[in-house]
C-alpha cells in the first residue's frame, strides 16, 4: 500500500462548479501539507502549503486537513476551464526533508 | 524575478550519448532536488542537495550522478543514456529551514532515448 492515495481520475466537471480533490495517507507523523497543480509538460506549481490540521483559504481554493482521518482536501469553487490539469497533493514529516507524492489527479472543466 | 530553469526542455538523443540536463535558480534556496516522473505517476526522488558540495541519492536508484558548486546551480549527468532513461526530468529548491520549505518546480526537461 501506497503511504499517499489519491484517486487519478480523470474527473470531468462542468465550469462553475465546486470541485473536491482528496488524497489519503498512513503516516501519522506527516505534519506538512502542499496541493500542487501541473499543466501538461510543465513543472508542479505550487498553490497551498498548510501546516497541521485545519482549514486555508486563498482566493478560490480551500485547503483541509483532517489529521485525525488522515485525510485531506482541495476545493476549488467557481471552476474555470483554466483550472483543467493535474492536482498533486504532497506531504512531509517535521523531521524529515522528503517530500512524500500522490500520484496525481487529472481534472477537466467543460466550459 | 526569482524563478528555477532547466535546460533543455526537450532532448532526443541516441543510446549511448553522455548528456547533461542543466538546473539554475535564482530564488537564493539552499536546498536543491531532482525528480523523475512518468506520465500519470508521481514524482521520485532521485538526487538532493542542501548546499555546496552536498550531494545525497534519493529513494529511486538512478544510474545519473549531480554537483553542486555553486549554490545556483545543480546540474545532472547521464554518462551512457540508455531508452530506459526516457523520462521527464524536474529540478526543484528550497529554503533550507529545517526541512520545511516548500518546494518550487522548473519547467522540466523531457527526455527521449532512442
Known amino acids: 500500500q501506497k503511504e499517499v492515495e489519491q484517486d487519478p481520475g480523470p474527473l470531468s466537471v462542468p465550469e462553475g462548479a465546486i470541485v473536491s480533490l482528496n488524497c489519503t495517507y498512513s503516516?501519522?507523523?506527516?505534519?506538512?501539507f502542499m496541493w500542487y497543480r501541473q499543466y501538461s509538460r510543465k513543472g508542479p506549481e505550487l498553490l497551498m502549503y498548510?501546516?497541521s490540521s485545519g482549514n486555508k483559504e486563498d482566493g478560490r481554493f480551500t485547503a483541509q486537513v483532517d489529521k485525525s482521518s488522515k485525510y485531506i482536501s482541495l476545493f476549488i469553487r467557481d471552476s474555470q476551464p483554466s483550472d483543467s490539469a493535474t492536482y498533486l497533493c504532497a506531504m512531509s514529516e517535521d523531521s524529515n526533508y522528503q517530500l512524500i507524492w500522490g500520484a496525481g489527479t487529472k481534472l477537466i472543466i467543460k466550459p | 524575478e526569482a524563478d528555477i530553469y532547466q535546460t533543455p526542455r526537450y532532448l532526443v538523443i541516441g543510446t549511448g550519448k553522455k548528456i547533461t540536463l542543466e538546473c539554475s535558480q535564482t530564488m537564493g534556496h539552499d536546498k536543491m532536488y531532482w525528480y523523475q516522473q512518468d506520465p500519470g505517476m508521481e514524482l521520485h526522488l532521485i538526487h538532493y542537495?542542501?548546499?555546496?558540495?552536498?550531494?545525497e541519492k534519493g529513494d529511486l536508484s538512478s544510474e545519473s550522478t549531480v554537483s553542486r558548486i555553486r549554490t545556483e546551480h545543480f546540474p545532472l549527468t547521464l554518462e551512457s543514456a540508455r531508452p530506459s532513461h526516457t523520462s521527464q526530468y524536474l529540478c526543484a529548491s528550497s529554503e533550507y529551514k529545517g526541512n520545511r520549505g516548500p518546494q518550487y518546480f522548473g519547467p522540466g526537461t523531457r527526455l527521449t532515448v532512442l
Open positions: 542537495s542542501y548546499g555546496v558540495n552536498s550531494t
Open positions: 503516516n501519522s507523523a506527516f505534519q506538512y
Open positions: 498548510t501546516y
